[in-house]
């Protein structure tokens, strides 16, 4: 497995702004998720498919990030705590940070430039659609069961849904695409473990 992480040159995906409704402590959780999920993407490793091997292989890079850019330290603070797990101090400067997108986005990809200097394995991530589309149902119904998203997808599916390319009820799997890249398959299982988080996050609010 690659654990290299992001290209130096490669910019991250947007941090969702809705996660900003968070207390302090899940809203650094969802931080710290976000940033190993854009590390996997970046070397082609699915959401779905992350180790804890790896993800403490992140943890550890995390550890000695450091970027040459005085201006981008708080961003490099914040990544060194949630790396420690920190979560209660850094959700707060989480929320600072983001009030300026464009600010907080370029010093992200400063200290991925700066911690991923000596690769070259890297390739474009690409954003979570499916992640996305389930918020999207459970903020409209934050009881929403598995059997009643797969209801969903289902339609979305039969009107032609650039997201949901197949349900495959026989092997209960489903194929679904990102923006930016192929096809890819999920089981019915794993598909159940991502709502119940969203449905954690979403009554958290």
């Keep these: 497995m690659n654990e290299a992480g992001r290209h130096a040159d490669?910019?991250?995906p947007p941090f969702p702004l809705e996660y900003l409704a968070l207390p302090d402590e899940d809203l650094a959780a969802a931080y710290w998720w976000w940033w190993v999920a854009a590390q996997a993407e970046a070397v082609g490793i699915s959401r779905n498919d992350i180790t804890p091997e790896f993800e403490e292989a992140i943890?550890?890079?995390t550890w000695r990030a450091e970027t040459e850019n005085i201006t981008n330290a708080g961003?490099?603070?914040i990544l060194h705590l949630l790396a420690?797990?920190?979560?209660?101090r850094s959700g707060a400067m989480i929320r600072k940070h983001q009030l300026d997108r464009d600010a907080q986005?370029?010093?992200l990809d400063e200290v991925?430039?700066?911690r991923n200097r000596q690769s070259d394995?890297?390739?474009k991530p690409r954003l979570n659609s499916l992640n996305s589309l389930i918020l999207e149902h459970v903020s409209q119904c934050p009881a929403l069961s598995i059997d009643e998203l797969l209801d969903r997808l289902r339609k979305l599916e039969a009107e032609g849904s650039d997201i949901i390319d197949e349900i495959d009820d026989a092997k209960r799997t489903l194929w679904w695409r990102n923006k930016m890249g192929p096809a890819v398959e999920i089981t019915f299982t794993a598909l159940s473990q991502r709502l119940s988080r969203v449905?954690?996050?979403v009554r958290s609010r």
């Design 10 to 12: 490669t910019p991250l």
């Design 59 to 61: 943890r550890r890079k």
């Design 75 to 77: 961003i490099e603070k």
């Design 84 to 88: 420690r797990n920190d979560f209660a």
């Design 105 to 107: 986005k370029a010093a």
């Design 112 to 114: 991925t430039k700066s």
């Design 121 to 123: 394995n890297g390739r």
């Design 199 to 201: 449905r954690k996050i």
